[in-house]
């Protein structure tokens, strides 16, 4: 059965923390990787990853693939309290040429206390 | 605003009943997906059209069907409601590049 296993489940740290969440799959037909920040409404789109060892960046934000291990992280640096959110971690399959039917992990909620 | 739209925002019904939800794409997109999320089930994929024609099935219980019109607008079908159809239910469009795949505001369902 295809699944994604995000951990920790939630995470409590202070501003200016640095945290790693973490995100494992085990998909047949992996086509991306993609992280999603949810808050009190809908998900919203972090990164996109499709190839091993390539760090993307934006801000405070990175993420990283691997592919052999079937897992990524997503890192932020200098934690802010506007950081709390839930974290979403997703995979889409090649589908039969399709795209878009993620499948996504439970989420890991991140609280930053000032 | 060009965004995804979903109405209602929120719905409150009772076991048995039957609703429907409503979602606009973004413009220019051809696909719609609908996806539920719940407290224990997390987000899940239910069901996937490109310009009206179903394209993807995933975890969608036979009660519930969709269809996506001409106008590209979608509509999703909830019936025979139980109190555990309670749930998120969010619509998503995208183009041909899935980092454009944005979700819409959802609509809350409450099955009393």
């Known amino acids: 059965e295809d699944k994604v296993v995000q951990s920790p489940l939630s995470l409590v740290v202070h501003e200016g923390d640095t945290v790693t969440l973490n995100c494992s799959y085990e998909v047949t037909n992996f086509r991306s990787l993609l992280w999603y920040k949810q808050e009190k409404k809908a998900p919203t789109f972090l990164f996109m990853l499709t190839s091993s060892g390539i760090e993307k960046k934006s801000g405070r934000l990175s993420s990283i693939l691997d592919k052999k291990e079937l897992f990524s992280i997503l890192n932020i640096t200098a934690t802010q309290t506007g950081d709390s959110a839930v974290y979403l971690c997703?995979?889409?399959?090649?589908?039969?040429?399709?795209?878009?039917?993620?499948?996504f992990g439970k989420g890991t909620k991140l609280s930053v206390k000032p | 605003d060009s965004g995804v739209t979903q109405t209602p925002k929120h719905l409150i019904t009772a076991t048995g009943q039957r609703v429907t939800l409503r979602c606009s794409p973004r413009s220019g997109d051809l696909s719609v997906y609908w996806y539920q999320q719940s407290l224990d089930q997390g987000l899940q994929f239910l069901i996937q059209y490109y310009n009206g024609e179903e394209r993807a099935k995933g975890n969608i219980l036979e009660r519930f069907s969709a269809q996506q019109f001409p106008d590209l607008h979608s509509e999703l079908n909830l019936s025979s409601l139980e109190l555990g159809d309670s749930a998120l239910y969010f619509c998503a469009s995208s183009s041909e590049r899935l980092a454009e795949f944005e979700f819409g505001p959802g609509t809350r369902l409450t099955v009393l």
């Open positions: 997703a995979v889409d399959q090649n589908y039969g040429g399709s795209q878009g039917n993620l499948i």
